[in-house]
């Protein structure tokens, strides 16, 4: 488990290039950009938990039918900072940090009266995401870091108040057909009035207000949905969207913001100010996008906690969504790192089992309906929906598959009718040892797996003129543990789930967790792909979005 978990990966300046097995399909070209923590101790000083490892992007980059691989650290104000103390001086989910050395007591009331919650972190680790034409790492806090796609070079920072009232925000952005980005994040500290706050990033900015302007400038909150309770709002890691509509879980884990406003004085991590409350409720909450106001009816369904929605649309009146979902939220506590060491099978058991489950949400509840009732009319589903008195509706959703993470879907279908999600499979502790296609028609599903593989979430790349949802690939990083076996890029067919080909690498390539797929769209990409160039280009390596997707897909 060191190879997993323990050691610092080494980065791959310079390209390199894989040894390739089988035969990668002649119209996949293009850079498949990841991120994820790859170092977990500073000199002496050790990071609590695996989602406070330090960001290593990488990128396997695809030309006629050979594979380039390079890996650079993110250079973050948050590394620059460590790498100079030699030790962690910046704060992370787990991890509690001071940049001064004298940790006593009074050092720290005196840090807590001077700045009461400490400026958050840029350690973007968690995805990357693509904002008209450029690229950001990505984390939950108010801070990205803008990167050049190609040479993995880390550029300015981005701080999202400039732009929008918000402390956190999600790295599971959705973009639109024309490549707008909607995101949500939390605002904790605006005048007391603690909110989530749901912000459009345009893709392009019209010519005339260009001048070398981000279109960030340009950010609009769509719609602003008062926490529940001002103190303890939601945490939440992703959201779903449908063609007309947000689903919003705010789920009873939550942030305890009078915790946190002590956190750095106390001495203890931002994770410990977070907590399960399983006798509440979670509310659903459905925002129409065409008023951008919230869907007055009080849906709720039982406690439970989702990191990743799968997907969303209409039918039949009705809002379907699919989410992972757990019973509590011990799934963050499995990935401490005292827990990822030799006896990691016995300390990282899942006590929840993540839980692919479908919900139907009635978007006309009928006010003579009785008691009772259920809403939803749809034969595709056995999620029910009940009327309660006042107004309420109580939401149960259909168990669709056990033992899924990660969840990736052919993205032209984002928001619409859907049948296929590929996945991470998961089976007694949350480290994935499978992927998976799940067909959500049939039930039934499709899995690669091989003797001491890791795999990472599967991305799907569509084939170019697709007919079928699935036509076209999947691709995965395999990290292995069999010292005689090299981590690899695996490409699978995503139709029949076999094996197309596989790109071995002689790195230490790390575990990551999301990324996205770059198309080579107008060859840009290609020349500069395996040579090392400083700079970023003013304008990406994304080609314009066709309107049949095959531009601009393989986003996650
Ligand atoms: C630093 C920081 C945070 C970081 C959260 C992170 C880094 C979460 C990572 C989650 C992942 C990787 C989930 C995968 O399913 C919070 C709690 C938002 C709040 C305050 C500061
Ligand atoms: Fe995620």
Not at 119 to 144: K, P, Q, S, W
Request: with cysteine; hydrophobic share 35%.
């Amino acid at each position: 488990m060191d190879v997993l978990f323990g050691r610092n990966k080494k980065e791959q300046l310079e390209p390199v290039q894989a040894q390739v097995t089988g035969r990668i399909p002649p119209w996949l070209q293009g850079t498949l950009l990841r991120n994820g923590p790859g170092m977990h101790t500073v000199g002496d000083s050790r990071y609590n938990h695996w989602f406070d490892g330090l960001a290593l992007l990488h990128s396997f980059t695809i030309r006629d039918g050979e594979v380039y691989y390079r890996s650079k650290y993110l250079k973050s104000d948050t590394y620059n900072a460590n790498v100079e103390a030699n030790r962690i001086v910046v704060s992370e989910f787990g991890t509690m940090a001071y940049p001064d050395p004298c940790k006593n007591i009074f050092s720290k009331a005196f840090s807590y009266l001077s700045h009461t919650i400490p400026d958050f972190t840029d350690n973007c680790l968690i995805n990357i995401m693509r904002c008209g034409e450029d690229f950001y790492a990505t984390t939950e806090t108010n801070y990205m870091r803008r990167i050049n796609p190609q040479t993995l070079e880390t550029l300015e920072k981005v701080d999202y108040r400039k732009y929008v009232a918000i402390n956190l925000a999600t790295a599971h952005p959705h973009y639109d057909e024309a490549g707008n980005v909607l995101n949500m994040g939390t605002s904790i500290v605006d005048k007391g009035r603690t909110k989530y706050v749901i912000f459009k990033i345009p893709a392009t900015v019209p010519e005339a207000n260009r001048k070398g302007k981000s279109p960030l400038k340009h950010t609009e909150v769509f719609c602003s949905i008062p926490s529940r309770s001002l103190l303890s709002p939601s945490y939440y890691h992703s959201f779903g969207v449908t063609q007309n509509y947000v689903v919003f879980l705010e789920q009873p884990f939550r942030l305890d913001i009078l915790k946190m406003a002590t956190a750095y004085m106390r001495g203890v991590s931002w994770a410990s100010c977070m907590a399960f409350h399983r006798e509440d409720k979670t509310h659903i909450h459905i925002i129409d996008q065409r008023t951008r106001k919230p869907v007055p009816t009080r849906f709720y369904t039982d406690a439970m906690v989702v990191f990743h929605h799968v997907n969303a649309y209409e039918e039949g009146g009705c809002i379907v969504f699919d989410v992972i979902t757990y019973k509590d939220s011990s799934l963050y506590d499995l990935f401490y790192l005292a827990n990822l060491n030799q006896d990691f099978e016995e300390n990282s058991r899942l006590t929840s089992v993540p839980t692919l489950r479908r919900f139907a949400v009635p978007l006309h509840v009928d006010g003579n309906a009785e008691v009772g009732t259920n809403l939803i009319k749809v034969a595709s589903t056995t999620a029910t929906a009940l009327k309660e008195r006042d107004d309420q509706v109580y939401c149960q959703p259909e168990l669709l598959l056990e033992g899924l993470e990660l969840p990736q879907i052919n993205y032209t279908h984002n928001g619409k009718p859907y049948r296929y999600v590929f996945a991470a499979g998961v089976q007694w502790s949350p480290i994935p040892t499978q992927i998976l296609k799940y067909d959500t028609l049939t039930k039934s599903s499709l899995r690669w797996g091989e003797e001491s593989c890791w795999p990472a979430e599967p991305l799907f790349v569509p084939a170019p003129g697709a007919k079928d949802e699935d036509d076209g690939v999947i691709l995965s990083a395999i990290v292995s543990t069999d010292p005689q076996k090299l981590p690899f890029l695996l490409i699978l067919d995503a139709k029949s789930f076999t094996e197309l080909a596989r790109a071995s690498l002689a790195v230490e390539m790390h575990l990551d967790l999301h990324g996205l797929f770059i198309p080579d769209a107008d060859g840009a990409a290609r020349n500069q792909a395996t040579s090392e160039t400083e700079q970023a280009p003013a304008s990406g390596c994304q080609g314009p979005h066709r309107p049949d997707g095959a531009g601009g897909l393989g986003l996650p």
